[in-house]
C-alpha cells in the first residue's frame, strides 16, 4: 500500500529538529533509518502530516570511547555497530546481537536508536540494552536527559521518549573481559525472533562471578532474568549448574501467544536458550 501523503523536512542541526517536532506536536513522526516506520506508513497504521528526518545530523551519528561508557549516537546504523572494535571490546554483547539482527541491507539503513525507539518486544537491541544497564540520552528543546533501561522500555512499542523528545545517543556501560552470546530461535532466518536471551557473563577461573540475561519478547518490554542471574553468581560453569539456574528464566514473564508459538512454548524455550546462551558466554 502507498502511504498517506506527508510534508517532510530534514533539518541539518538537532536543534532545528527539536524545533520542527515541538511546533509539530502530535501531527509529526521522526524517521531514523525507515526500516520500521515506512512499512507502518504503507500499511497506514499511522500517518503523520510531517516526517522528520534525522539522516543529516551528523551529531547523532557515531562511537566513542567516554570512560567508563561506550557512546552509540541514535542514527548509528546497526552495520557500523556491529563491525565496531570499541563496542566488540568493551560491549560485546551487542556485538553478537547485532550479527543476528536482520539481514545485510536492514543493517545498513537501520539504526541502533531507531530500534530501540521503536520497542518491538521481539526486537534483538532491547534486551542487550537492558542486560548491560544501558543509558538513553534524551533531548527536549530547552534540555536533555538520561533514562535508564529499566525505566526507557513503558510498554508495547512504547518507551520513555515524549512527543516532543529525540533520543540522541546511548550510553552502555563497558563490560571488558565479559564473555557474551545472543541466542536467537527463529522459524526463518533473518527475521525477528520467537524467542531470544542476551546473557553477559564474568567469569573467574572456572567460576560465574556475575552475569546478566536479558529476555527478548517474553513480556511487552524487554525483561532481565533476574532469577537466573542470582542463581548463576558463583556457581562452576558447568552444564549441570547452569541448566539448573537457567529453570528459573521464564520467572516473572508473560509471554505472547501468537502463531510462532503459545506462552508455554515460550517459557520453555527461555530455559533452554538462556542454558545455551549463558554457557556459550561463559566458555564452557
Ligand atoms: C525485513 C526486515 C527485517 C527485520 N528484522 C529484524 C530483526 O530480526 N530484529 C530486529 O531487532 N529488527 C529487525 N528489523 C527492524 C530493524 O531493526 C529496524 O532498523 C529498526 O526497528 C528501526 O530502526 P530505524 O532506524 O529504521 O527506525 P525508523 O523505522 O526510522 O523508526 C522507528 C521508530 O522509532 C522512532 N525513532 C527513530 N529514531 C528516533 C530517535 N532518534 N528519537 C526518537 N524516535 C525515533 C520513529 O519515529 C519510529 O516510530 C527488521 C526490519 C525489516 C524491514
Redesign the pocket.
Known sequence: MIPAQFDYQAPATLEEALVVLSESGDDA????????????LRMRLNAPELVID?RKIES?RGIRDDGDAIVIG??TP?AVVGSDPLVAEHALLISKAVE????AQ?RY???F???L??A?P????GAPALALGAQFVIASPNAFRTVEAEDFFVGLFETA?GDN????EVRIPKHTGWGAHYEKFVRVV????IVAVAAAVRAEGGTIAEARVGLTNMGSTPLRARGVEEALAGQPATADAVRAAAERAAEGTSPPSDLNGDADYRRHLAGVLTRRAVLAAAGA
Open positions: 513522526k521522526i524517521i531514523a533509518g525507515g526500516q520500521s516506520l515506512l512499512p507502518v534525522l547523532l541514535a542514527m546497526h543476528h539482527l536482520a539481514d536492514v539503513r537501520g539504526t536508536g531507531g530500534a525507539a521503536h518491538d521481539a526486537g534483538d537491541l521518549i523528545e529525540i533520543l540522541t533473518h527475521q525477528w525472533p
